[in-house]
């Protein structure tokens, strides 16, 4: 009886510590005023997640409260590189490989190309690259057995160059049709902090940022709701043939809308799609949802240890005043 009676009373501790926490739930400004690229918003939700959405992007994580501190912590991206293949009936002697994020650092592929014993890993992008474009692109000749990914050597103060983690994926499902990505580390965003105030919070070497509402029109709570639910490592995605798009709901289990066709590996909109639009880019094509494929994540496998640098890239980009 003692026991149970002691039981109860912790409960009702932590009921009451959890009712008593404040509520800070809401919008914060975290842009830098007078500069439109500087725009963030901090969106604290009362499940106890959060986002950030800037200028090209966003972060999303959760937040606790300790000592009068409310502690973010964002989610922490998996890997440095993914991919995601299909087979591509339209392709019979190549594989395509579209390449997301690539220009955030210096990074290097390879298809299977080797030199005295050693793979080849080639320059994805020029150095610096800039007035860059989308999408990027390229064909390699036949089913590549085996792609492998390294991002730039780091040279720590005072000691040799050591080279980055190599990512291998074998392409086992002979699939000819490629998405790959590079989520560069400096993304992997650090925890970071505020200070409970009577007015807001308070961030470090700031002014106290007052709390505005959330937002309340149905695009904005999609919005949020699509951070939150991000996968950062998700088993497959989804875009239009123009790689723009991505399909907001999963067009596989969406029956009212979509049918799968056998003969395009695709998912077609009954409704609006218009036969062989794939070929033809229209002014809109980078939002269309008329048509989506589906690219089913490949795993890493092995790890290449030595390598030599192919330094001519596969895409330049330059400004027309640098060329």
Known sequence: MKNALLSILMICSLCSCAQNEPDISGTYDRGQHGDPQGFADLFVLKNHTFAIVFFGGGVAGTWKIEQNQVIFTPYVLPQTFAIYGRHNPDLTDSTRMAFMGFTDDQTFVNTGANQNGKAVMKRVFNPNPNCLDFPNVTKFKGIQQQISFVNALYHPEAEPAVPQETYTFGNTAQYNDFISYYYTPKKSYRPFSASLTKGGLQFRGDEITAKKPLPSRKEDLEMLNSFQQNDLNPPE????????????????KDNLN??????????????????????????????????????????????????????????TRLCPEDK
Do not use: M
């Open 258 to 315: 979509y049918t799968y066709n056998k003969k395009k590996n695709a998912w077609i909109s009954q409704l609006n799609y218009t036969e062989g639009e794939e070929y033809t880019k229209s002014d809109d094509a980078f939002n269309q949802r008329n048509i989506i494929y589906v690219f089913k994540a490949i795993k890493p496998v092995t790890s290449i240890k030595t390598y030599t640098i192919d330094e001519v890239p596969l895409f």
């Open 237 to 252: 995605v989804q875009f239009n043939p123009y790689y723009g798009g991505e399909a907001k709901t999963d067009v596989t």
